[in-house]
């Protein structure tokens, strides 16, 4: 059964602070890897999408990476800011379907 | 491009009715997927359909059921409705294979009473 797990669950830094969040998965057979954020009570937007044959991916501040070896992902978020508080999502991909995690939550202190 | 967009936005219904939530994925994408989310939880994946067949199935019961139209859209049906189905339901659309970006709609938060 494949198992997506985040670390941490939560987490609460002052605005400029740079971070990581964490996601592992069980099976290293993976398709790709996606990060969303969440806002309370919304949809998800996609942040990232890194494949199988990559390594790392960057947008802006974010950037991710990935070791299908080792099961892992790293969401960076360089310089944070209020606006970036939110639930972050990390989704693996092996073939038809997503299997989340269940999210680290970000708060950005100004 | 307005993305992929569900209607409605909110629902109540009373435990044992019936409920349809639909979904118009972005445009140019012909994969759509259905995701139930509880809360504090990750997505759960209900099912998917492409070319109008349901192609994948998660572990969810035969109440849940779905459709594709030609124009690529989707239906999802809930029949025999429990408390534990209130959540939020969240669809998915992709082009093609699997290894395409997904992008997700804003949700139906479904409540049952």
């Known amino acids: 059964k494949q198992e997506v797990t985040q670390i941490p669950a939560a987490l609460s830094v002052p605005e400029g602070e740079n971070l990581v969040l964490n996601c592992s998965f069980t099976?290293?057979?993976?398709?790709?890897l996606q990060w969303f954020r969440q806002d309370p009570g919304k949809g998800l937007t996609s942040l990232l999408l890194?494949?199988?044959?990559?390594r790392e991916q960057t947008s802006g501040r974010l950037n991710a990476s990935l070791d299908k070896s080792s099961g892992r992902s790293t969401l960076y978020i360089a310089a944070s800011q209020p606006g970036d508080s939110a639930t972050y999502l990390c989704?693996?991909?092996?073939?038809?379907?997503?299997?989340f995690g269940t999210g680290t939550s970000l708060t950005v202190i100004p | 491009d307005a993305g992929v967009t569900q209607s409605p936005t909110h629902l109540i219904k009373t435990r044992g009715q019936q409920v349809t939530l639909r979904c118009s994925p972005k445009?140019?994408?012909?994969?759509v997927s259905w995701y139930q989310q509880a809360l504090g939880q990750g997505p759960q994946f209900i099912f998917q359909?492409?070319?109008?067949?349901?192609?994948q199935r998660g572990n969810f019961p035969d109440r849940f059921s779905g459709h594709q139209f030609p124009n690529y859209s989707s239906e999802l049906n809930v029949n025999a409705l429990l408390l534990g189905d209130s959540a939020l339901y969240l669809c998915?659309?992709?082009?093609?294979?699997?290894?395409?970006?997904?992008?997700f709609g804003q949700g139906t938060r479904l409540t049952v009473v």
């Open positions: 998915a659309s992709s082009l093609g294979l699997p290894r395409t970006e997904a992008f």
């Open positions: 099976d290293s057979a993976i398709y790709n």
């Open positions: 890194i494949q199988s044959s990559q």
């Open positions: 989704a693996v991909s092996y073939g038809n379907q997503f299997y």
């Open positions: 445009s140019g994408h012909d994969t």
């Open positions: 359909y492409y070319e109008e067949e349901e192609r």
